[in-house]
T-cell receptor, first 112, second 114 residues
Framework: EAGVTQSPTHLIKTRGQQATLRCSPI?????VYWYQQALGLGLQFLLW???????NRGNFPPRFSGRQFPNYSSELNVNALELEDSALYLC???????????FGDGTRLSIL | GDSVTQMEGPVTLSEEAFLTINCTYT??????LFWYVQYPGEGLQLLLK?????DKGSNKGFEATYRKETTSFHLEKGSVQVSDSAVYFC?????????????FGGGTRLMVKP
């Protein structure tokens, strides 16, 4: 069974640009979560998508957004990039019900 | 709100030593508890979980028991190996929230020397 896959592995942008990160969940998983792992700040919940809808978001500004497609894959978009957006962005998926989340290897976003 | 506190690292041990990484939590409901491990350059892997009080999660020689009375979920292993060197995250999922979002501790880096 293929795990959660994320692309690209690394992404380098400059301040003010826009970044798009992609995630393919495990087959059969309908929920997708995004987390930010920034140096010194630990892992912070960003967004939760389920059945194509945004269900919840963490304490992040609106320039962090995304969507979930009919095949349950997801995109995270970050607009007007700032230096402090440099981080590892992790995607996780899980099936319906009280099941654990399974994580991808992440996209490392570097802002120059 | 929910929170997880775990011991700061790094924790440095010799091979075959006993490992304990402390984790305590605060939650309004009845959370599920998890330990995830992150190897260098990789994402998080689920190590073990416990969904109710007194449950013991175990995997690959690691164990943790859900202690409601002390709100703790300490990770233990009897004999660590060099390959166990990684960052360990304790996390909770509040079962009262429909999304089961995870709240993580700050992570503990474990370094095992041969």
């Amino acid at each position: 069974e293929a795990g959660v896959t994320q692309s690209p592995t690394h992404l380098i942008k400059t301040r003010g640009q826009q970044a798009t990160l992609r995630c393919s969940p495990i087959s059969g998983h309908t929920s997708v979560y995004w987390y930010q792992q920034a140096l010194g700040l630990g892992l912070q919940f960003l967004l939760w998508y389920d059945e194509g809808e945004e269900r919840n978001r963490g304490n992040f500004p609106p320039r962090f957004s995304g969507r979930q497609f009919p095949n349950y894959s997801s995109e995270l978009n970050v607009n007007a990039l700032e230096l402090e957006d440099s981080a590892l962005y992790l995607c996780a998926s899980k099936p319906t019900g009280n099941q654990p989340q399974h994580f991808g290897d992440g996209t490392r976003l570097s802002i120059l | 709100g929910d929170s997880v506190t775990q011991m700061e690292g790094p924790v440095t041990l010799s091979e075959e030593a006993f490992l304990t990484i402390n984790c305590t939590y605060t939650a309004t409901g009845y959370p599920s508890l998890f330990w995830y491990v992150q190897y260098p350059g990789e994402g998080l892997q689920l190590l073990l979980k416990a969904t109710k009080a007194d449950d013991k999660g175990s995997n690959k020689g690691f164990e943790a028991t859900y202690r409601k009375e002390t709100t703790s979920f300490h990770l233990e292993k009897g004999s660590v190996q060099v390959s166990d060197s990684a960052v360990y995250f304790c996390a909770l999922s509040d079962n009262d929230n429909a999304g089961n979002m995870l709240t993580f501790g700050g992570g503990t880096r474990l370094m095992v020397k041969p």
